[in-house]
T-cell receptor, first 118, second 112 residues
């Protein structure tokens, strides 16, 4: 079974609008971590945001926020005030188990291509 | 401010040839990883090294070997390349195992 599911192969958004990229995950662990990475057309992988399963507040990093709904096992990325430079592939990833151990490796979803229109 | 450095950036091999992808990090990270990225498949873990002196298989280890040469360097070897190994390869590192990963810029490998 897929551990990370990103159901949107592609998304379009108008510049300056907000967009939500979906991510659902599957784990039976109580301790886990969720990550979002951005991959521009140049190919590098850029870390955006992290949410731990025990974090009570939704993570935020500048224009990025993570809408964490634990009961629904979803960890959607919200980008506010989209910019042309946000056009990229976005990957959701999950680590099962606590960080700092070799138990849980990061598993990545298939990605969502975001295109920001002027 | 190098971070994670991978070499080479591009490589073309013939089926059956061998090669080693090199990776070095200058952030004093304990853990290092090799992923491959195929279209529509996301990133899949090939091998990782939680700490110097240890290596372990990931999701897709067949056809690959790794060496954690020291704390800085983690190499990936293809002993007999196959067309199915055509992919983009990423090396990554983290302070501790399976926390925030820092990625190299990737190696585009084509096996003909």
């Amino acid at each position: 079974a897929q551990k990370i599911t990103q159901t949107q192969p592609g998304m379009f958004v108008q510049e300056k609008e907000a967009v939500t990229l979906d991510c659902t995950y599957d784990t039976s662990d109580q301790s886990y971590g969720l990550f979002w990475y951005k991959q521009p057309s140049s190919g590098e992988m850029i870390f955006l945001i992290y949410q731990g399963s025990y974090d009570e507040q939704n993570a935020t990093e500048g224009r990025y926020s993570l809408n964490f709904q634990k009961a629904r096992k979803s960890a959607n990325l919200v980008i506010s005030a989209s910019q042309l430079g946000d056009s990229a592939m976005y990957f959701c990833a999950m680590r099962e188990g606590p960080g700092g151990t070799s138990y849980g490796k990061l598993t990545f979803g298939q990605g969502t291509i975001l295109t920001v229109h002027p | 401010n190098a971070g994670v450095t991978q070499t080479p950036k591009f490589q073309v091999l013939k089926t059956g040839q061998s090669m080693t992808l090199q990776c070095a990090q200058d952030m004093n990270h304990n853990s290092m990883y090799w992923y491959r990225q195929d279209p529509g498949m996301g990133l899949r873990l090939i091998y990782y090294s939680a700490s110097e002196g240890t290596t372990d298989k990931g999701e897709v280890p067949n056809g690959y070997n790794v060496s954690r040469l020291n704390k800085r360097e983690f190499s990936l070897r293809l002993e007999s390349a196959a067309p199915s190994q055509t992919s983009v390869y990423f090396c990554a590192s983290s302070v501790r195992a399976n926390e925030k990963l820092f990625f190299g810029s990737g190696t585009q490998l084509s096996v003909l």
